[in-house]
């Protein structure tokens, strides 16, 4: 045993974690907008950063915050790595357990994740699997308490496809007590495991945005599902977040996209090029939470 802490998916964090690791988000975005000198509490250390995805966001962010905690990024593209010529995920694991400090992956199938857990000596951090986006849901969870004060008392819903982002936000409401109805069409549900009670799966989107604070959307298509793009056009049709159907959601609510955005598809232009738009600062908090979230792992 190790002792290291992993995130793999939110459960890892549990309550108490997630809510230290916005806090100190939150401290660490307030310092970086006042010019004072930033803290280097990996000083000296080096965190792995590998990509078997596209990514812009989560490659940024991650290396960005590396670099503002004081340790040092390696950004690998699995393909260009023995891992892309089929060199087994626990041995990758215990020799970039003998350099690195933490790795950080974004892979396919959970199951590769878990490997290198169980494999590394170092904590190991999803940084979007098939079955989740943990980290993701840390930079939407600020985002919910900059701009509506609080997590707690509000209703939550999720319009789209039950994908990775919205397995990461079942697990945050199940551990935080948050309301989520989920908003899927038949044969796109969750694989998180949803009560019926506090988190729910419907069918109409009107019914998931009625009386909500927090309307999330992600795309129809997840990166590995290209193929299924036209299939999914037809299932998810009227599964837009616009303003016809925002008018059921309560005042003041607040549209959430991880990003890439389809505009017109999943969500309408004008919650990413309007006045009101919060996916931005969603955007941004990606690195806030993150550096959060390598002090509160690494140490
Ligand atoms: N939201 C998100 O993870 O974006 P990237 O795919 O650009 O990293
Ligand atoms: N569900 C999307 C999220 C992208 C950040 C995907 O997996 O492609």
Redesign the pocket.
Known sequence: MTGKRDLLTLDDLRAQGILAVLDRADELKALRRSGEAMPKPLAGKSVGLIFE?PST??RVSFEVAVFELGAHPVVLNARDTQMGRGEPIEDTARVLSRYLHAIVIRTFADAVLAKLAKHATVPVINA?T?GG?PC?VLADLQTVREHKGTLTGLRYAWIG?G???ANSWIEACNLLDLELVLACPKGYDPTASVDGKRVRVVRDPREAMAGADVVIT??WA???QEAESNTRKEAFAGFIVEPGAMRAANKGAIVLH???AHRGEEIDGVYLDGAGAVVWDEAENRLHTQKALLEYLVR
Request: glycine fraction near 6%; hydrophobic fraction near 25%.
């Open positions: 995805k966001r989560t979007l098939d986006h993701q496809d994908n990775n982002v992600d795309v997840s990166m590995g991880c990003l890439p």
